[in-house]
């Protein structure tokens, strides 16, 4: 009797024992009736300890990368999708059978298909809060629905603006306003970015890319100025299951 090949996944990331993605391929497993596969944490304290990963785990299949690697992690990859060159950042990593890792960016797909429900007519201009690694997924996804945007930042440069410099007006170019930012994700949970939150009304969408807590200080005042608001959920769902295929085709 052959020995069936038994398949490990994981998540790679800094202080992730929150993470989503362990629990959710745990019960998918589960669920589905998926034998010899398991899912778990490789926090590390700096990316450069990802070689050590990958030279002592022969018997690992994909990963997942969530922050602050979605970027660091490039250097280290073989190859990169169409997509995820063009994005800049890396969240699923498929271990080919030639031993080669090749980097793709589902978390653009994730956003793009949990955002699109909520789209109306008048949805033209976003504002994205944040830079880092999950804002450049969310930013390729609004190019592909035709929607423009503007990055926020602590920093003013040449294509971002400063936190400083929203205002009213600002609220009525912009009818989509999305937090990349970590502020706001447990245990601190009382934070939030600081934004004129008193001029959102009916016509706008607040997207949260935080999943824990459900609810964030950003979404709850979005939602009492009457704003349409949606967690990081559902995309992390999508971009799981998308990560899944990828891993097995």
């Known amino acids: 009797m052959l020995d069936t090949i038994r398949k490990r996944f994981g998540l790679l ?89 090749k980097g793709y960016n589902t978390d653009y797909y994730g956003f793009m298909e949990s955002l699109k429900p909520l789209l109306e007519s008048h949805h033209k201009k976003a504002l994205i809060l944040g830079t880092g690694g999950a804002s450049k997924g969310v930013a390729f996804a609004l190019e592909e629905l035709g929607i423009d945007y503007t990055f926020v930042s602590r920093t003013e440069k040449e294509t971002i603006i400063s936190y400083e410099k929203i205002n009213a007006s600002s609220f009525d170019k912009y009818q989509i306003v999305i937090n990349c930012s970590p502020v706001g994700t447990s245990p601190n949970t009382d934070a939030f970015p600081l934004i004129p939150y008193e001029y959102f009304t009916k016509k706008h969408i607040a997207y949260d890319l935080i999943y824990n807590p459900a609810e964030t200080q950003f979404l709850k005042k979005a939602k009492a100025q009457g704003a349409q608001t949606k967690n990081g959920q559902d995309m992390l769902v999508f971009q799981a299951e998308k990560s899944w295929k990828i891993w097995n085709k």
């Open 13 to 101: 990331g800094r202080n992730i024992s929150y993470s989503f993605s362990r629990g959710y391929f745990t019960d998918k497993f589960k669920s589905e009736n998926i034998e010899n596969c398991s899912y778990e944490n490789f926090d590390i304290p700096e990316i450069t300890e990802f070689s050590k990963i990958i030279e002592n785990n022969s018997d690992i299949f994909g990963m997942n990368v969530t922050i602050p690697y979605k970027e660091q992690v490039i250097p280290y990859l073989d190859k990169l999708s169409k997509k995820a060159a063009k994005i800049g950042a890396v969240n699923t990593i498929k271990f080919t059978k030639k031993g080669k890792l």
